[in-house]
T-cell receptor, first 112, second 112 residues
Framework: SQTIHQWPATLVQPVGSPLSLECTVEGTSNPNLYWYRQAAGRGLQLLFYSVGIGQISSEVPQNLSASRPQDRQFILSSKKLLLSDSGFYLC???????????FGDGTRLSIL | QQPVQSPQAVILREGEDAVINCSSSKALYSVHWYRQKHGEAPVFLMILLKGGEQKGHDKISASFNEKKQQSSLYLTASQLSYSGTYFCGTPNSGGGADGLTFGKGTHLIIQP
């Protein structure tokens, strides 16, 4: 069966520090991968998606970036975090159109 | 465009029924439904495809009217475990391989 792993589960970072969140999927090949962000008490906002290695599409202009160095690995990064980057970051995978997206357990990021 | 969900919140007694609505201003080919419990990641419930189909999962069912660009989620004889926030997600294009745009969510509280 397929599983998705995200780490870390919780992260507290100072403003201006770098960020790296990692997500890996097991049990499937060539998945579509997604990064969503959920601000406190809000809905989910799509940040990036990828349909293959090295292919990244950005949905929202921001100081975040994403990379997909391997088929089942998706990384979310920032060079300098802002206070507004706080939130619950969720990685998800899917197998294409009209297929469900399955979410990892998320990373709760607090910026001080 | 973000789909609009109604109501924003519902409080029910165990055993009562609830309906959650999701409407979009753009043409839809599918609608995805998720439930999120407090502090956890969203969990996939079902996908509705165009054609006016209905789907069911235990005592949770849904309908999709693509002409009206609306979907409704029906929770029958609600159980305590149904508590959480329900989100509808609409594909950014076509079938959703390029990600989903989620509504703001409907908070459902089931009281014993």
């Amino acid at each position: 069966s397929q599983t998705i792993h995200q780490w870390p589960a919780t992260l507290v970072q100072p403003v201006g520090s770098p960020l790296s969140l990692e997500c890996t999927v097991e049990g499937t090949s060539n998945p579509n991968l997604y990064w969503y962000r959920q601000a406190a008490g809000r809905g989910l906002q799509l940040l990036f998606y990828s349909v293959g290695i090295g292919q990244i599409s950005s949905e929202v202009p921001q100081n975040l970036s994403a990379s997909r160095p391997q088929d089942r690995q998706f990384i979310l990064s920032s060079k300098k975090l802002l206070l507004s980057d706080s939130g619950f970051y969720l990685c998800a995978w899917g197998q294409g159109n009209y297929q469900p997206q399955h979410f990892g357990d998320g990373t709760r990021l607090s910026i001080l | 465009q973000q789909p609009v969900q109604s109501p924003q919140a519902v409080i029910l007694r165990e055993g009562e029924d609830a309906v959650i609505n999701c409407s979009s201003s753009k043409a839809l080919y599918s609608v995805h439904w998720y439930r999120q419990k407090h502090g956890e990641a969203p969990v996939f419930l079902m996908i509705l495809l165009k054609g006016g189909e209905q789907k069911g999962h235990d005592k949770i069912s849904a309908s999709f009217n693509e002409k009206k660009q609306q979907s409704s989620l029906y929770l029958t004889a609600s159980q305590l475990s149904y508590s959480g926030t329900y989100f509808c997600g609409t594909p950014n294009s076509g079938g959703g391989a390029d990600g989903l745009t989620f509504g703001k969510g409907t908070h459902l509280i089931i009281q014993p």
